[in-house]
């Protein structure tokens, strides 16, 4: 009987030096915290758009661009990523462009990548699959006429 005291006091013991230990060397997330990050992960994972556009003017110094909207009559201007500033120093006014957009955690649009409209159908033709052409077409019988 003692020993099956002991054993329970010895358990009991280890059970709280555990607990106390842990404690201490990582805090446990407060519900707030946990929906806090969740919300940072969900505006990060933000939805990106692709636009069709014309270059009305890049400014590489502010590194903004200024596109006219295939759907809108006013142009827009916007900010450039590090990467799509990289890729407008080849690109002019009055080029046709393909932007794909982003929010940034202000809700502002940011362009992150921009690519000349020929080079995205390229792209974009190169990725299908090489179809195989069918027989030509044989003229119609003059009994089909």
Do not use: C, F, Y
């Not at 009987?1 to 555990?18: C, N, P, R, V």
């Not at 110094?61 to 201007?77: M, N, Q, V, W």
């Not at 990725?127 to 009994?143: D, F, G, R």
């Amino acid at each position: 009987m003692k020993t099956m005291a002991l054993m329970i006091t010895a358990l009991l013991a280890a059970g709280i030096a555990s607990a106390q230990g842990t404690t201490g060397s990582t805090p446990a997330k407060t519900e707030k915290t946990a929906k806090a990050e969740h919300k940072a992960a969900a505006k990060t994972a933000t939805k990106s758009e692709e636009w069709k556009a014309e270059v009305v003017s890049v400014d590489k110094d502010k590194k903004e661009i200024t596109l006219k909207l295939e759907s809108e009559a006013a142009p827009k201007k916007v900010g450039l990523s590090e990467t799509a500033a990289q890729e407008i120093a080849d690109i002019k006014a009055g080029e046709q462009v393909t932007v794909t957009v982003h929010e940034n955690e202000k809700g502002e649009k940011v362009a992150h990548h921009v690519k000349h409209a020929a080079a995205a159908k390229a792209t974009a033709s190169e990725k299908k699959p090489v179809e195989k052409k069918s027989a030509e077409k044989k003229p119609a019988s003059p009994a089909s006429r």
